[in-house]
């Protein structure tokens, strides 16, 4: 019967070829197509036959109701748990016809899935795809493999450079062990006792320190940094002495321990917050300023006589606004300068507690005043009003203006250069000026992707500045002779702190260290030469009931010893040793 149908449609007599040209010709004739599965989806659309080509006899397509096995293999009545081979054939020629079209087309689908169970639609791996991802990752496993031992062997053959260096045999694996369980317990407590301690003799001065153990992920990557960079100059021993050097400053600067803490007011309380804290020139007071509208004068001595007991200040100037900003002179002592939230700048005198002069230029708030280090007289000031001012002690009036893109956060001269400037604003970016030509910067530092709060010379040719997207950036000679005013690049970027919102704090000493404030009311230190910070301090004060959380809010670091100033927001002030 199947032959008479395919005869009418045709318009002539069946011409039946042999089962060898059916099972090649049919699937591509037919246009059939398999599924993911290996299920007919589809049927392609009627084709003009060639002469003596036996693809004018299917050349239409069949009834729909032929190929009715959806969903891998489905019955409409039989459900889901009957396969292809199970469905009943009916006794005639076209069930035969069904079966060997069906076959020809799943002999040319594309491979089954390799994933058994794979959902109708969904995407499907073969095995020659798995095939492929396991030689390549087979290929990156050898990769890292090689890249591994290339490292064991630099670290063994400085190893033996350390070893030799010492002058000593060092304890072999195995070996120090031993060397702990035979050595009495007496000496087993002092051997322990000295590895405890960073820096500290014995055999291991540094394994057993805590920061160390903490930083060994860093302490891997810059290890083979300092090498890499060796190795390109043609100097590996040098890498090896770089190396040397960022451990030691690493162990040297591991801890920020406190000495002393001060209360300015009642905890909790939002009119107690101190905006910013700073030690003289000879370290013999600091001083706190903040919301409260009051300066506080402490002796540092009698501070550090004394730490355990209650401290008061030895002085309060009360003041006609809410301030932000102080700066001491460095030549004269006792001279002190404070910026309010009104756009005023007054100047006084410590020791008598004299005002001595009142500036008032700004149309908004002032966020930052700097005294000059190398002529005592000037100082200039940065306002939220987009306005650089800079004075003289001796004038009411500001001597000049520079306009700068966006409002001024922060502001300091160069310690070494009386006729260079830094300013921070809040278009993302730090700017160098020359005083002698303020029409256009000298350089504009880029890499900030937020605003500028603080800017802080680390020496007399390196520049670190801090924004609120959680980062610190170091400048190498912004504005020098080399420099490219157009876009300015950082050598370094340091992260770890918290600052999304506003002034955390940020303080810098000549020979490299600094240290940041945080939104999680904690301090971070870092060394210039290393990526990540050195130790961390949480302050007290933390969180009240009702009120926002405690963060700090300045940092402040001794010229000639190793104390550090830190407030937050709940009006704590404390003193903290780096050691």
Known sequence: MWQHVLRRRAGGRPRVPSQGTASSSLPSAVGLEASGNGVVSSVSPPQEPAAGSTQGLLAEPLPSTVFKYCDAGQHPTLGAAASLSSIPRRPSDASQAMVDVGSAAARAAPPLPFAAGARRGAPTATKGDVLEVLCALRRTQRAAAGRLRR????????LE????EAGRRWPQAGEEDAMQTAAPPAKRRAVQASDARPGAGGDRVVPGSEIVDQAM?????????????????????EGLSKFAQDLAELTRCSNLEPVATLNSGHLGGTAEVICAAAFD????HFASVGVSRVIRV?????????????QYPILQLHTRSRLSSLSWNSYLPGRLLTADFDGGVQL????????????????????????????????????????VRLWSTGDETSVATINVPAPACCIEHRPDDNTQIAVGCADERAYIYDLRATQAPLAVLRGASRAVSYVRWS?????????????????????????????????????GHANQRGFVGLDARPDGRFVVGSETNAVYAFSRGLPFHTACHSLEGGDAP??????????????RSRHCLVANSRGVLQVLLQS
Request: hydrophobic share 40%; net charge negative; glycine share 6%.
């Open 151 to 158: 490292r064991l062997e630099t670290v063994a053959r400085d």
């Open 161 to 164: 450079a350390a070893k030799e």
């Open 217 to 237: 992920e860093q302490l891997q990557d810059l290890y083979f940094q300092d090498v890499a960079k060796a190795d390109i100059a043609g100097s590996h021993s």
């Open 281 to 284: 020139a000879y370290e013999e």
């Open 298 to 310: 402490y002796d540092f001595h009698a501070l550090l006589a004394n730490p355990s007991a209650l």
């Open 348 to 387: 006084w005198d410590v020791g008598t507690g004299a005002d001595l002069n009142f500036f008032e230029e700004h149309s908004r708030r002032v966020w930052s005043v700097n005294f000059s280090r190398t002529d005592p007289s000037r100082f200039a000031t940065a306002g939220d009003d987009a306005c």
């Open 459 to 495: 020496g007399p040719d390196r520049l670190l500045a801090a924004s609120t997207d959680s980062a610190v950036r170091l400048w190498q000679d912004p504005g020098g002779a080399g420099a490219d005013a157009a876009a300015q690049r950082p050598a370094a970027v340091y992260r």
């Open 546 to 559: 009702g009120q926002r959380t405690a963060f700090t809010t300045s940092v402040a670091l001794a010229r």
